[in-house]
Protein backbone atom coordinates (compact mmCIF):
# COMPACT_ATOMS: atom_id res chain seq x y z
CA UNK A 1 0.00 0.00 0.00
CA UNK A 2 1.27 3.70 -0.72
CA UNK A 3 -0.36 6.67 0.45
CA UNK A 4 -0.02 9.98 -1.84
CA UNK A 5 -0.43 13.65 -0.27
CA UNK A 6 -0.87 16.28 -1.95
CA UNK A 7 0.53 19.68 -1.38
CA UNK A 8 1.09 23.57 -2.53
CA UNK A 9 -2.52 24.11 -4.23
CA UNK A 10 -4.58 27.92 -3.18
CA UNK A 11 -5.66 31.34 -4.48
CA UNK A 12 -3.52 33.06 -6.61
CA UNK A 13 -4.77 35.49 -9.86
CA UNK A 14 -4.31 34.84 -13.40
CA UNK A 15 -0.74 34.48 -14.49
CA UNK A 16 0.52 33.96 -11.91
CA UNK A 17 2.49 30.11 -10.61
CA UNK A 18 2.34 27.34 -8.17
CA UNK A 19 4.16 23.84 -7.65
CA UNK A 20 2.15 21.14 -6.67
CA UNK A 21 3.94 18.29 -4.64
CA UNK A 22 2.74 14.43 -4.24
CA UNK A 23 4.71 12.84 -1.08
CA UNK A 24 4.78 9.13 -1.01
CA UNK A 25 5.01 7.09 1.97
CA UNK A 26 7.61 4.90 0.59
CA UNK A 27 9.47 4.30 -2.35
CA UNK A 28 7.93 5.87 -5.69
CA UNK A 29 10.69 3.57 -7.84
CA UNK A 30 8.84 0.77 -9.02
CA UNK A 31 5.96 2.51 -9.50
CA UNK A 32 6.64 3.70 -13.30
CA UNK A 33 3.41 5.26 -14.48
CA UNK A 34 2.92 8.69 -12.56
CA UNK A 35 0.40 11.76 -13.15
CA UNK A 36 -1.91 14.89 -12.09
CA UNK A 37 -5.45 14.63 -12.93
CA UNK A 38 -7.80 17.39 -11.92
CA UNK A 39 -11.73 17.86 -11.69
CA UNK A 40 -13.03 21.63 -12.04
CA UNK A 41 -16.84 22.24 -10.47
CA UNK A 42 -19.38 20.60 -13.01
CA UNK A 43 -17.10 18.32 -14.30
CA UNK A 44 -15.31 14.99 -15.09
CA UNK A 45 -11.72 14.21 -14.46
CA UNK A 46 -8.97 15.47 -16.25
CA UNK A 47 -5.60 14.37 -17.21
CA UNK A 48 -2.93 17.05 -17.26
CA UNK A 49 0.34 15.53 -17.51
CA UNK A 50 2.20 12.03 -16.84
CA UNK A 51 5.78 11.31 -16.25
CA UNK A 52 6.60 7.19 -17.25
CA UNK A 53 9.93 5.58 -15.66
CA UNK A 54 10.65 9.09 -14.54
CA UNK A 55 11.82 10.49 -17.55
CA UNK A 56 8.87 10.22 -20.50
CA UNK A 57 6.64 13.29 -19.66
CA UNK A 58 3.17 13.77 -21.84
CA UNK A 59 1.02 17.12 -21.75
CA UNK A 60 -2.44 17.94 -22.03
CA UNK A 61 -2.84 19.96 -24.98
CA UNK A 62 -4.75 22.64 -22.44
CA UNK A 63 -1.01 22.61 -20.29
CA UNK A 64 1.47 22.53 -22.89
CA UNK A 65 3.88 24.92 -22.47
CA UNK A 66 2.65 26.14 -18.99
CA UNK A 67 2.93 23.29 -17.03
CA UNK A 68 6.10 20.86 -16.21
CA UNK A 69 5.69 17.61 -14.16
CA UNK A 70 8.52 15.87 -12.78
CA UNK A 71 9.51 13.35 -10.47
CA UNK A 72 12.31 12.61 -7.53
CA UNK A 73 12.66 9.22 -6.36
CA UNK A 74 15.39 10.20 -3.62
CA UNK A 75 12.47 12.02 -1.60
CA UNK A 76 9.80 9.73 -2.74
CA UNK A 77 7.88 12.99 -4.16
CA UNK A 78 6.20 14.32 -7.57
CA UNK A 79 5.23 17.65 -8.75
CA UNK A 80 3.94 19.72 -10.85
CA UNK A 81 5.34 23.25 -11.66
CA UNK A 82 2.00 25.52 -12.83
CA UNK A 83 3.20 29.19 -14.83
CA UNK A 84 1.43 31.35 -16.17
CA UNK A 85 -2.05 29.93 -14.66
CA UNK A 86 -5.70 30.63 -16.14
CA UNK A 87 -9.09 30.76 -14.29
CA UNK A 88 -9.74 27.52 -16.21
CA UNK A 89 -7.05 25.56 -14.04
CA UNK A 90 -9.28 26.33 -10.81
CA UNK A 91 -9.98 22.42 -9.91
CA UNK A 92 -8.81 20.18 -7.59
CA UNK A 93 -5.46 18.39 -8.22
CA UNK A 94 -5.17 14.74 -7.58
CA UNK A 95 -2.27 12.92 -8.01
CA UNK A 96 -1.90 9.41 -9.16
CA UNK A 97 1.01 5.75 -9.02
CA UNK A 98 0.47 2.64 -10.50
CA UNK A 99 2.69 0.23 -10.96
CA UNK A 100 1.00 -0.65 -14.89
CA UNK A 101 -0.79 1.65 -17.31
CA UNK A 102 -3.56 -1.11 -16.81
CA UNK A 103 -4.71 -0.49 -12.89
CA UNK A 104 -6.38 2.05 -11.26
CA UNK A 105 -3.55 1.96 -8.72
CA UNK A 106 -3.21 5.00 -5.59
CA UNK A 107 -4.90 8.14 -4.96
CA UNK A 108 -4.19 11.32 -2.75
CA UNK A 109 -7.15 13.44 -1.67
CA UNK A 110 -6.03 16.33 -3.83
CA UNK A 111 -5.28 19.67 -3.25
CA UNK A 112 -7.53 22.84 -4.48
CA UNK A 113 -6.26 25.12 -7.13
CA UNK A 114 -8.22 28.60 -7.72
CA UNK A 115 -7.18 31.10 -9.94
CA UNK A 116 -9.08 34.70 -9.83
CA UNK A 117 -9.42 36.90 -13.08
Known amino acids: QVQLVESGGGLVQAGGSLRLSCAAS????????MGWYRRAPGKGRELVATITSGIITNYADFVKGRFTISRDTTKNTMYLQMNSLKPEDTAIYYC???????????WGQGTQVTVSS
Open 26 to 33: RSIFSLNY
Open 96 to 106: NARGTRFEDGY
